[in-house]
């Protein structure tokens, strides 16, 4: 059986579990005391161009984008995303039970339009009734989308500008981070996002990490008392040092970067396949998430053969599933699965 | 410098990396779902001696706390615990950020005293104004306890006839229940565990794991939704494999106990050094946590050599520090720190 | 200046005013235990059929539905509402604020059709990545919803009939119930909705009173400890002889009915007036809330000389707007208002 | 029988009651946009000499606590109370189900002390853990506090020294304010309150009104949205006008000060009956609460006749009650229980 499902589906890239097994016996103090994790923030820092970036390790997804949003919310503020942002479906309520309402925009193609944004703003700061409804407290958007897809440059400015006249924060969730960063399709960079953000996190868990999200703050802007709402909020490792120790990993040699490329490639030579075959892109990705239509007696009889995600019904006969690469996907898989095919 | 600080200076034990290591390129679904975590999950039943327990792996203490703890209240209940208990006191306010007061007991050398639990629980239900107070809805005991101390299995079997009598959950929060269940003054075990508690959990990280805790409902009684409760509060790892490897390796050839029970050693050894050498303890301590009262010249004088952790102020001339040992202690270090006193 | 904009304009129906001028002085213990509430409890069973009904006396509507529904829900559960309900928009994030999501599905005419309410149901728990979304928890409506119209008894026996098969309470918000009940065109009663609703409130508020709202558990199904956690949302009165006085009063010789019925009487002569005089309705509301299209020069006309509601825009020459009676709209108030249409 | 168990027993002062039915259908916007409302937070601020200050009325007491401590605290931080403040004890876990610790010191006569608070706050800010426990975020003392006991204007001026110094809020709960600043054994004025405190309400329900508190931030400091945080607490009524008149008229020729002055005059010569007859005095009350010890006997015969609030079991034969005065409470009455003691 081939595996695509996800990008999570095998351990670490063996740079970072050889970083664990060398450090292992070093003896640190907890929390994220320790040097590897002071390291690893410098350097972030560094590679977003922002000296003054506040850089802390959270374990995943979910948690980081509860812990963000409610951690910059008001109470009587809530998040904009997309009617398919990770937010407002599938993270099983956890902006809400933080206490924030998710204010849902139209997506196009996963991406928020920032004219849109920009009348919604307007209508709702010049509504006589806004006391009476939730505020608009900051804007969540992801890169890539949950859609695979990307912001350009332009947009990415359009939508800062929008929230910069707002003083809205722009948060960036970065889960994938790195396929977006290194997709052949993109004109932005770390260093964009950390003039253009607010917050935004790099993602590790999906990108050949065990586990962990950097969540970079790159005006040196988090918010009071973060360290101790991480702690409250059961963020928070004793052995911090996991995390320290894999994101300087990640960013030693731009393992980081590399990782990205070698699973966009992956996608890119897959992507090539479907379309050879005469498969139905549902969406043109540029990174490592492949949608992909197929039809009822294609999606029964591949999958005894390939593991995918179903992702969504598109009519009667026909549905959207997606395949992604990772560290761990070789050419040794692709080849298989356009024999497959 | 040597150090004594706590009990999660190091890495893993190195057999759990070494599993790590081997199971990489296996490739599994995530948040769980993968055989190791499975595995794990039925070795921990076995280990518990209790067939029907449902096991959930979540990443840290504080987080696995709160989680326990709310997704057993009702919105009008607290949870009772000692005034030294740690969500009393070191969670950040973890347990009220998640809408429940800490209902705190009197403590006695760290724990909670059976007849004191009655008479209040017997004062509140009787109060005539107990519908505008905080009900009483679990009650939380931690084995050690903070100050390293352990209830005698006929302690344990009070506390639970009075937590049925009044049909209040008992919680057993075991971050380091290795130590006690490896110690030589105790006489209870894990099976005992399983029939007193509604709900306890095996710590993985300060018991030799990079991080993990085992949530075990012993009688098959995990709260409606519990999966998604975690998920919702940022506790599902997506490569959940992490938990489910080093909690398999813990409970196959019986590691964790194997890692106690050196723990234990080091700590016993320790604590006759501290005697033979006329220094005061605090409390005595049958665990791997010694509390070791110092006087202000020695402390100045010994934190040059090793590092330890400050507990509280005694008097003005006199602190009480603890000095903690694990998997990563040696016999080396114990002797070094015998020639240093 | 006449005054049309809501229903909330004037005090209490005088008769309520005098019930508490001649009960003044009467000494009773606090917190709903004087006789009065507890009669006003009996009369409530009484006027719905339903002996084993649990009353409860609470202040406000956006408490009630924010007090209401979170009792009722799990941690993971949302509640499910049209996109129009009050607890949608208008109710500064009050649900979210306890935790919750609205889980909105479209509107027709303000209302939830069962259909798709089914269907929604089935899908979500048919789908394999149910775990990590928000399980729908109850269903809300309001009757006579945001826009005057009101479900049929058949719409309020097939919505009840899902809610049952998927064990999902149903809650009725019946801020404007006394209006829904004495349309002429409804038959919907009060016994109707004791055995089709799980809970539901008689508004008072809007409908007479000077503020209350009583919510009704009709098979004696409030959840446990309610009473408490009215307390801790700050929705007991220490003097709830407020509440009690009044809706003794209200269900005392019908007072609700006739006010609601004089409120009716005087929104069929406002709508017949629109109509004769040529205004376009937004829809045909059968209660005392009527929607009326105005284009922008008669909207700045009209609001020199009377007060209505804007409600919203059309389009950039048409706005709809409401007008809203109640018991003390009078006769002379509808003849003046021909007079300026 | 007569009744002295509380001070919300009968209805509102009679001019009260008056102004209700003499307003009663005037016609006005809702929540609080109603000329009463604007002209008793007018009246207000010049009562407190403090012209910049923002006036909101909300409607009881556990309410009024809840909303303004948790619009004030961020996240991480509790709110220091004394062990017997209300917050602490009577309001259901209010103020946890908010989401913040109350952090206990201890009392004296219902007080707290500014050397004990301040070395608490030394002791917290000092302590190389705190980012793992909950921050002092403001400090609530009631005047009078729970046991009718007042603050010194010195013990006033010497708290807000200290949370000044430590730039924490100073809260008082004046849900009985009218009592202490009528008291004939105060030095502290509302004009001190309102320099001193950095927020405080006058309460209404236990002064005569059917029920309201109006929350003053006297140096215009009311936290960002706080209109909406109100709303989403479900503490706004849409008759904002029943506050607004209640208050107007409370402070429409003193007759807020005219009720307490009353209930003080009654309470004096309650106090100076049971004195004479030789009962013993828990704590020498200056304010409308007066704490006597029973015993048992003659409490169960006290009962038959009178009715006063039962406080606390002092031993196995003697216990503390409470008899409060208000408005309500006449010369008569204070014969007739002289007669009966």
């Not at 070093?26 to 350097?43: S, W």
């Not at 912001?151 to 003083?167: P, T």
């Not at 997709?183 to 050949?208: M, N, P, Q, W």
């Not at 992604?324 to 298989?336: F, Q």
């Amino acid at each position: 059986m081939l595996h695509f499902e996800c990008d999570y589906l095998a351990g670490a890239h063996p740079r970072i579990l050889q970083r664990l097994v060398e450090t292992n016996t070093e003896l640190f103090p907890g929390y994220g005391g320790d040097p590897y994790t002071q390291r690893a923030a410098e350097k972030i820092r560094t590679a977003c161009g922002a000296p003054d970036a506040e850089v802390f390790f959270l374990v995943g997804g979910t948690q980081t984008n509860r812990i963000v949003i409610s951690s910059l919310l008001h109470s009587c503020e809530g998040v904009i995303a997309a009617t398919t942002g990770h937010v407002s479906l599938h993270e099983a309520g956890a902006i809400e039970a933080s206490g924030h309402k998710v204010l849902q925009l139209p997506r196009h193609a996963g991406k928020l339009d920032s004219n849109e944004l920009s009348e919604y703003l307007n209508g709702f700061f010049t509504d006589v009734n806004r006391d009476h409804m939730v505020f608009p407290g900051m804007v969540y958007i992801s890169h890539p989308t949950e859609y695979g897809t990307l912001y350009s440059l332009a947009e990415l400015q359009s939508l800062s500008a929008v929230c910069r006249q707002y003083r809205l924060p722009l948060f960036v969730d970065g889960a994938r981070l790195g396929y977006g960063l290194m997709s052949r399709d993109t004109d932005v960079s770390l260093h964009d996002l950390a003039e253009l953000c607010d917050v935004f996190y790099i993602g590790g868990t999906k990108v050949g990490a065990l586990c962990g999200e950097a969540v970079v703050f790159p005006h040196g802007n988090a918010p009071k008392h973060f360290f101790s709402f991480v702690k409250q909020n059961g963020a928070l490792l004793a052995k911090g040092r996991l995390l320290g120790i894999q994101f300087d990993t990640l960013f030693t040699n731009r393992l980081y970067f590399e990782i990205s490329r070698h699973a966009i490639d992956m996608a890119e030579r897959l992507k090539a396949i479907f379309i050879q075959k005469g498969y139905e892109l549902f969406i043109d990705s540029p990174t490592n998430q492949q949608f992909i239509i197929l039809d009822n007696d294609k999606l029964n009889t591949l999958k005894n053969h390939v593991t995918f995600d179903f992702w969504e019904r598109l009519d009667s006969s026909r549905a959207v599933v997606r395949f992604a690469t990772s560290w761990s996907t070789t050419a040794e898989d692709i080849d298989a699965l356009e024999k497959i095919l």
